[in-house]
């Protein structure tokens, strides 16, 4: 049978709303925008069958330039209105659209709750480091000792990494990638579309007016090649500008190599592997950060495991397998009955 | 003969959340904790400036939400400390839960409401309905219509919250956007001056941890059959005390206050032109200054208008009000929120259950809602309004302003 979208190809354009697009000059966010609508006509699901959810915040704003069904809901509270929807309507396509201060601040109890959950909701964090729409203070994603108007001493609030919080929870998918490189984005928007269960999607996004040039160095055609290492299921962690550095296991730790230096070669590095049963290597990926070592973009893990919508489900079909079909009725006459001494 | 001098008034020109910044700063309050919210963002940006420069010794703490702003604050009162934070709308939703057990533990805290319409749709622009919201939980509630009564106000509220006849948690309300941006001259009071009118810092309140006198705050009391609804009914008993106390708390306080800084704010209810009137209007918050311009249009036109301003909102100067309104042959409130249920506002409700015992018929006018501005002919709407609800006696629909105009 033929799906609406072969009779009628969907395009970028009926992902697009009517409304003005109203994120300051230069934001991040313009351009994670135009990636998930460049994305979602090839998913072959029915426009109608997408659903954006968002918080409150800068990236909050999002599902009113989206020409899907939408709600600008209450702030860090997103996932658990997009857990409703899903495990009532199992067959949309479920997307939230969240911050570092809606997800981690406000929200962060739903955040990992909806992580360990393992519903199909894809979930994408733009994460700029900072409060945008309250105009400039620090977020729990802002480094030690950042000054803004709410620490103008320096902030002392040790930050979240939201890919290790992610992983912690027990994430079956977690991936990460930069604004400026839209190609990346596009890609890991299409794992994570692609993926049963949570999919988390952290975009380092620039805020241009309250925390420019947070990630300059992965943005900078000089520099991104040596503050950037891709993640490649089964390839070593090499990068730089001439592909001739790499991550090795020193003990737990990690050590910076350069190829050809100290017999150092390819085979000693550091393999990545999404697929893992065990967290830990994706755990160690995590913790790599500017400027000692370059930051991990790409899919740090993808496991297959049930969805939680699968195995409510199942639950009920095998309750009603089991016990045949509900009767309230028998239920409230039934002889159930205790006595209490 | 030698002149005594007076001091220079030390001016400054700020905008409403500065002026409530300066008060917190001149309370030398202990322990600030916020999450930043619209149109609440820059009084906390400034208490933070406050603290780094020097001038007020206070923990700051920026926690991930407001439910957490409240609760870090039990903590810290318990603990004695004098706390503060400011909050509204979604903000003020979310702290609900810590929210209603702080008055019931008799925790004296100041807690601005930067007053901000509640979804939904979602606005982020002024209006009552986020304090009316609360206004049955037990919080004393209070609001200001101008910046120099905010900056007075906020540091009354200490006086009167920590007062041992009363020994209840305080809002200071100030209306978003139009107070909490509008900039002008503001006196600041020198802070010695105000360390006198504050008096001995005084932490002997009702469930202040006493090393001398261990305790476990807040049990669970037991069911019917027991002594635990006796227990409650008692607690109930003593915050509804409380509050009927602090009606001629708050009145004292403001007298001193007069005394000491020679600005006198009328304490429960403002009376403007109210002599010889035949109507009256009554109003809440920032609205009252467009109020009282149209009251004077009209007073020109050989009206016989009058004002009421409601200043203490919770508890309920009923009696005051009655009294000013008490010689006039109509009456119509306005209100910035509406009660959901009643299609009228709540202000208005509260004005019927005080002139019951009249036979003043009153109105009920809804304006301001989402940041809309009421504006003197909106007033003037509303004196006609009220003009005719004398003549005709008769019962009146509720008038909604900003709907068309």
Redesign the interface.
């Given at each position: 049978m033929n799906s609406p979208n072969d009779i009628h190809p969907l395009t970028k354009k009926d992902f697009e709303s009517d409304q003005d697009v109203r994120w300051c000059p230069g934001c991040g966010d313009y351009s994670v925008l135009a990636q998930v609508q460049k994305i979602l006509p090839t998913l072959g699901i029915a426009r109608e069958n997408f659903a954006f959810i968002s918080g409150?915040g800068c990236s909050s704003r999002f599902p009113y330039y989206m020409e899907t069904y939408g709600m600008?809901s209450?702030?860090?509270r997103a996932p658990a209105i997009a857990t409703g929807l899903k495990l009532s309507r199992p067959e949309l396509s479920v997307w939230v659209v969240t911050g570092d201060g809606d997800a981690?601040?406000?929200g962060?109890n739903h955040f990992i709750h909806a992580m360990r959950r393992n519903i199909g909701l894809k979930i994408i964090l733009l994460n700029n480091r900072i409060?945008g729409?309250?105009?400039g203070?620090?977020s729990?994603t802002s480094e030690m000792g950042k000054r803004t108007?709410?620490?103008?001493?320096g902030s002392i609030?040790r930050p979240f990494s939201p890919v290790a919080l992610a992983l912690g929870a027990g994430a079956t998918f977690v991936a990460r990638s930069v604004d400026s490189d839209v190609k990346h984005v596009a890609s890991m928007l299409e794992r994570a579309a692609a993926h049963k269960g949570t999919a988390f999607v952290e975009i380092l996004q620039n805020c241009v007016v309250f925390n420019d040039d947070a990630y300059g160095a992965l943005s900078n055609k000089a520099t991104r090649a040596d503050a950037g290492v891709f993640l490649e299921h089964g390839k070593p962690l090499v990068f730089g500008k001439d592909r001739n550095k790499g991550i090795k296991l020193s003990g737990w730790s990690p050590e910076l190599v350069t190829l050809g230096e100290n017999a150092v070669s390819e085979a000693d590095l550091v393999v990545h592997d999404e697929k893992a049963a065990n967290g830990g290597l994706a755990f160690f990926l995590s913790q790599l950060e500017n400027p000692q070592f370059p930051v991990p973009l790409g899919v740090f893990r993808d496991l297959e495991e049930p969805a939680y919508e699968e195995l409510n489900k199942a639950m009920a079909e095998g309750a009603r397998a089991t016990k045949g079909p509900g009767d309230l009725g028998r239920l409230l006459n039934g002889g159930e009955t205790w006595t209490i001494k | 003969m030698n002149a005594v001098l007076q001091p220079k008034p030390n001016y400054i020109v700020c905008d409403g959340n500065e002026a409530a910044a300066w008060a917190v700063s001149l309370a030398q309050v202990d322990m600030v904790a916020v999450y930043p919210i619209t149109p609440q963002s820059s009084l906390v940006e400034y208490l933070a400036k406050f603290i780094a420069d020097g001038r007020l010794g206070a923990e700051i703490v920026d926690v991930e939400g407001e439910h957490s702003v409240l609760s870090v604050l039990q903590g810290a009162t318990l603990a004695g400390a004098r706390t503060y934070t400011a909050s509204c709308g979604p903000g003020l939703a979310f702290m609900f839960e810590p929210y209603m057990r702080t008055p019931g533990m008799r925790l004296p805290m100041v807690m601005t409401i930067v007053t901000r319409d509640t979804l939904t749709p979602q606005s982020v622009w002024g209006g009552h309905q986020d304090a009316m919201s609360v206004r049955e939980v037990g919080w004393i509630q209070i609001y200001c219509e101008n910046l120099q009564e905010i900056l007075d106000t906020t540091i009354m509220a200490y006086r009167i919250a920590e007062h041992h006849d009363v020994m209840l948690p305080v809002n200071v309300c100030h209306d978003g956007n139009y107070l909490s941006f509008a900039t002008g001259r503001v006196e600041l009071p020198d802070a010695a001056e105000v360390a006198a009118f504050l008096g001995q810092r005084d932490v002997n309140w009702h469930v202040a941890l006493d090393p001398d006198r261990p305790m476990a705050v807040d049990p669970l009391t037991g069911g019917a059959g027991g002594p635990g609804p006796a227990l409650f009914v008692r607690y109930r008993k003593g915050q509804c005390q409380g509050m009927q106390n602090s009606l001629a708390v708050i009145e004292e306080v403001h007298a001193d206050w007069a005394r000491r800084f020679g600005r006198h704010h009328a304490p429960l209810v403002e009376a403007y032109r109210m002599d010889d009137a035949e109507l009256a209007l009554v109003t809440l918050g920032s609205m009252t200054g467009a109020a009282k311009d149209a009251v004077d249009e009209a007073r020109a036109r050989g009206q016989k208008v009058g004002l009421a301003k409601v200043k203490t909102y919770r508890p309920f100067p009923a009696k005051k009000l009655a009294e000013i309104l008490a010689p006039v042959k109509a009456v119509a409130v306005v209100d910035r929120s509406v009660s959901f249920g009643w299609n009228c506002g709540p202000l208005y409700q509260d004005t019927l259950a005080a002139l019951q015992a009249s036979n003043i018929p009153a109105m009920s006018c809804i304006g301001g809602l989402a940041g809309a501005d009421i504006t003197i002919t909106h007033f003037a709407r509303v004196i006609e309004a009220c003009a005719e609800l004398a003549e005709k006696r008769s019962p009146v629909d509720t008038l909604w302003l900003n709907e068309h105009d």
């Open positions: 409150i600008h209450i702030h860090g981690l601040a406000i962060g409060y729409l309250t105009k203070q620090y729990p108007k709410s620490t103008p001493m609030d | -």
